[in-house]
């Protein structure tokens, strides 16, 4: 769970959270605000937050601005494992990394698939990704798109119009 600055921890399926404070690193970055943005865990050690993006490897106890990484303010992520991963920029853009966030290249496009703003993004495995939004920037129009062939080309997907997509799950 995450509200500004706070996340909440378990490690006992719930049954009790810890704080986990990180004012002090986000101040250094101009103060984020995570109410659009992912955290996804790999492990109980790695896991990864869409804004900045930051990557943990000891239970979010610290965490790490990925560097060479593009900077990410509204950022959505899905990670395979420690190393294999997708993150979106929000606006039209998308960008897989096989190394941990270290290098990436661009898999969307708005200018080469028009433009989508991007809720949320899931990576089923190495070829099989799904990105769902809008087709406009106020968050009207369903979009729903999937690659059989890890970003190579998108497919959008016949769904009715439900004023855009928020979250997915698969």
Known sequence: FANTTEFLKTTDGGATYSKLFLQPLFSQMNGPNFSSCDIDFIDQNIGYIGWGPLKTTDGGTTWNKIQNFLSITDGQLSFLNADTGIFSKGAGELYVTDDGGVSYSTIYSSVANGYMLIKDIFMYDDNHLFIAG?????????????STDGGATWIALNIPDLGGIESISI
């Open 134 to 146: 809008a087709k406009s920037a106020f968050g009207y129009n369903t979009e729903f798109k999937k």
